[in-house]
C-alpha cells in the first residue's frame, strides 16, 4: 500500500519559500502604498499653484504676494483630505511676474513635510517640495 501527501521536509520547505516572499513582498507593498497616499497630497499642492497663478493673473506684477491658502482664496477645509489638512502645507511666492512680455514667470514653491492625519504616509520624511522655476517649469523634489 502506497501513502499519498506530502513529507514535513516538504511542508516546511513550501513554508520557508512563502516566508522568503513575504519578506521581500512587504515592504515594497508598503512604499506603493505610502506613494499612493502621496498622490493626495501631490494633487492638492497642484491646486494650491493652480491658485497662485491664477492670483497672480489678477493682481499683476505689483500685487501684494500671497503668504497663505486664505490669501489664495481657500477657505478653512478646502486642503483637507484623508491623508493632509490646510496645515500640512506652506506656500512662499517670491515673484508674481518675473521677465517682461512673453516671457514672465511667477516664482514659488509649496512644501509639504507630511500629513498630519492618521495613517498619513510616512515616507519620504520630510516631503516634498513643488517649486515653479524661473524658467516657467515646474519640478518635484524630496524636502529637506
Do not use: H
Not at 513529507?7 to 513575504?22: G, K, P, R, S
Not at 497630497?41 to 491664477?54: C, L, P, Q
Not at 493673473?57 to 489664495?72: C, I, R, V
Not at 515673484?95 to 514653491?109: E, I, N, R
Amino acid at each position: 500500500m502506497k501513502r499519498k501527501g506530502f513529507t514535513l521536509v516538504e511542508l516546511m520547505v513550501v513554508v520557508l519559500i512563502v516566508a522568503i516572499l513575504a519578506a521581500v513582498a512587504v515592504p515594497i507593498i508598503r512604499g506603493r502604498i505610502d506613494a499612493a497616499k502621496w498622490s493626495e497630497g501631490k494633487a492638492i499642492m497642484g491646486s494650491i499653484a493652480t491658485a497662485i497663478r491664477t492670483y497672480a493673473a489678477e493682481q499683476g506684477t505689483n500685487g501684494t504676494l500671497p503668504t497663505s491658502l486664505d490669501d489664495l482664496g481657500f477657505a478653512s477645509g478646502d486642503c483637507t483630505g484623508t491623508y493632509f489638512t490646510d496645515s500640512d502645507f506652506q506656500i512662499s511666492v517670491s515673484s508674481l511676474g518675473g521677465g517682461t512680455g512673453d516671457d514672465q514667470y511667477v516664482q514659488f514653491s509649496i512644501t509639504c513635510p507630511g500629513g498630519s492625519q492618521t495613517n498619513a504616509p510616512g515616507t519620504p520624511e520630510n516631503g516634498y517640495v513643488l517649486t515653479a522655476n524661473s524658467d516657467g517649469t515646474m519640478s518635484w523634489a524630496i524636502g529637506s
